[in-house]
């Protein structure tokens, strides 16, 4: 039983710390056009609008994507908005596509 309760309380407290740590991860937007999508590699090149909250400049960037349905109906050429993090300025992940 003490076993149990101490699992419980372990689990209850790393779920807590988790969500803490997400409610601190900001989210840029950026609209562009798909220059390329790799469903292998998960990573999509957008030559995007500047991205001025984080000081980018109009360039073509590449992202990797958080998960396979993200990608299922992106095309090259098609104008894209996306929602990503970006931990460094060398790995910006994108979240959502619209």
Sequence with gaps: MKTTLAS????SVFALFVQASYADVETYH???VVES???TNKTLTLKQDAVTELG???RTMNY??????IMTN???GEN????FTDDS???PVIHSIN
């Design 56 to 58: 980018w400049p109009v």
């Design 8 to 11: 419980i309380i372990a689990a």
């Design 74 to 76: 992106v095309k090259t």
């Design 30 to 32: 950026a609209h562009g």
């Design 89 to 91: 300025p060398y790995h």
């Design 37 to 39: 999508v790799d469903t």
């Design 64 to 69: 990797s994507i958080d998960g396979n349905n």
């Design 80 to 83: 894209i908005d996306v929602t």
